[in-house]
């Protein structure tokens, strides 16, 4: 399983809806930010598969509602977030 930075995760998120890493919350939502439409939806997905190296399927596309699901659908990918400012 791989391991990545939840203040990476954050920093990537956040610069898809040009917002500060710290109003990325797992409870945030489409809809809770203007950008968060359905373009916004797909930047988000294109640059998730891009700085982790892996593909999502429509269905977990159309199955992210929020910041807490995308965390699940990358832990599915293997992907495990880690609070650790040393993991990468």
Known sequence: MAE????HF????ASVFGVEPSRILDT???GDLPSWDSLG???LISALEQ???IGFTM???LSINSVADV??????????LSNSRAAS
Request: hydrophobic share 45%; net charge positive; charged share 25%.
């Open 4 to 7: 990545i930075s939840d203040a």
């Open 28 to 30: 945030l939502r489409p």
């Open 71 to 80: 965390k699940a659908v990358l832990h599915k990918h293997g992907i495990h």
């Open 51 to 53: 700085a982790f190296a």
């Open 59 to 61: 269905e977990e596309s």
């Open 10 to 13: 954050r920093a990537v998120v």
């Open 41 to 43: 939806h797909l930047s």
